[in-house]
């Protein structure tokens, strides 16, 4: 079975074409970092104008490239939630308009869920497990019983991980996406300031990042001769810590001793670093998929469509994109 996958939830356009035998056939990622960087963050206006220039192209190249027809493709998955509307719109009337001139099947996904299923594409995961997910817009806590079986357990309160990353950034004149250039920085400094960590010693699996982010730009006021290298490493090992802690919590509180560490921040060398240890040290076992697919990708989504598909799940062809369903929800209307 061959699906054509589409992603367009935030700052990247994603084409991929995957066989559920053979693997991966294509897979493009087209990023807008560099348009949004003088903003600081992703505009999503014009996030959407760029989705619909670009879309058609990358679909003429992947096609190209691959030497595949849609003619070719079995079924479409599309990336329905969550994510910034007006992007959504683009990708998803691009899945439609295909499954409508082609007659195609239409198998929505879960943006989350395609984070999840990332690690898949490297390694079968046993059910069930944790899912960590750390990325722009989540830093959730999941119980995965099955596919499209998800138990939400706790998460942040505030900010995203990846979203103070990115500020953080900002404060010290790195550009956007800050998180790729923190973990880059902090490699270089040192962690010579304490910064706090909230929630950290409550007894459950949340967490919140606004006022680590908040303690940063304190700190710069009053150090102004502050290293960068050093702020960033300071934010990156507290960060760090604070998502092991709750991991840790959410084994033992599950007893569930299989953890998948998924999203973008989970390309973070440091994170990936202290979850290695921790794994080795306590005894449970770890996940996290190559830097390439924990950011936005559609290959992901290929994947979870796959799994869907095979349960016989279709959507209606008048779907609708939506901004946030929650997983948990989706899970059980998709199932
Ligand atoms: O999953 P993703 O590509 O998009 C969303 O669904 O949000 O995650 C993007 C986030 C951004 O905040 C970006 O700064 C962060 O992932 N990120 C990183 C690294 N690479 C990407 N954060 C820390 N270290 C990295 N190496
Ligand atoms: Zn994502």
Known sequence: MITLAVETSCDETALALYDTERGVIGDIVLSQAVLHAPFGGVVPELSAREHTKNIIPLLDRLLSETGF?????????????????????????????????????????????????????????????????????????????????????????????????????????????????????AREGERLYELPKPLISEDNLNVSFSGLK???????????????EDVARSFQETAVEILLRKALLGIEKTGVRRLVVVGGVSANSRLREVFREASEKEGFELYIPSPKLSTDNAVMIAYAGAERYKRGVVAPEDINPQPNIPLEVFGRLFT
Do not use: C, Q, W
Request: proline share 5%; charged share 25%; aromatic share 12%.
């Open 214 to 228: 908040t303690a940063v730009m304190n700190l710069l006021r009053k150090e102004r001769g502050a290293r960068k």
């Open 69 to 185: 027809k849609l003619e070719d493709v079995d079924f479409i998955s599309f990336t329905l939630t969550p994510g910034l509307i007006l992007s959504l719109v683009v990708g998803v009337a691009f899945a439609k308009s295909i499954a409508y001139a082609y007659r195609k099947p239409l198998v929505p996904v879960h943006h989350l869920e395609g984070h999840i299923y990332s690690v898949f594409l490297e390694k079968r995961v046993e059910y069930p497990f944790l899912a960590l997910i750390v990325s722009g817009g989540h830093t959730d806590f999941y119980l995965v019983r099955d596919f499209g079986r998800y138990e939400f357990l706790g998460g942040t309160l505030d900010d995203a991980v990846g979203e103070a990353y990115d500020k953080v950034a900002k404060m010290l004149g790195l550009g956007y996406p800050g998180g790729p250039k923190i973990d880059r920085l």
